[in-house]
């Protein structure tokens, strides 16, 4: 079985910063890709970014230059920095973790709201 539990979801002004981690456990989990969805009310779930075990990042446009993404392999967690935030981030964000054998995991989900 494979765990991710996250935090630091909330409620923030646009122009603000919050800060997502997601830690994971289990014993089927080995080093692999992990990275952050968000979903939308009434859209499909979008990647935001992902991180590889070597630390090589993939981001979606509308948060390059905004969103960091950054984790530790010795604590199994990944963070996501989000900074200069905007009404059309707010989503729930879902940290993922993708097996080496391409089976996604995924945490419960955190909420970021952010008001204009």
């Known amino acids: 079985q494979v765990q991710l539990v996250e935090s630091g979801g909330g409620l923030v002004q646009a122009g603000g910063s919050l800060r997502l981690s997601c830690t994971v456990s289990?014993?089927?989990?080995?080093?692999?890709?992990m990275g952050w969805y968000r979903q939308a009310p009434g859209k499909q779930r979008e990647l935001v970014a992902t991180?590889?075990?070597?630390?090589?990042?993939n981001f979606a446009d509308s948060v390059k230059g905004r969103f960091t993404i950054s984790r530790d392999n010795t604590k199994n967690t990944v963070w996501l920095q989000m900074n200069s935030l905007k009404p059309e981030d707010t989503a729930v964000y879902y940290c993922?973790?993708?097996?080496?054998?391409?089976?996604?995991?995924w945490g419960q989900g955190t909420q970021v709201t952010v008001s204009s």
């Open positions: 991180i590889t075990v070597g630390g090589a990042r």
């Open positions: 993922n973790y993708r097996s080496p054998n391409d089976r996604d995991y």
């Open positions: 289990g014993n089927r989990f080995s080093l692999n890709t």
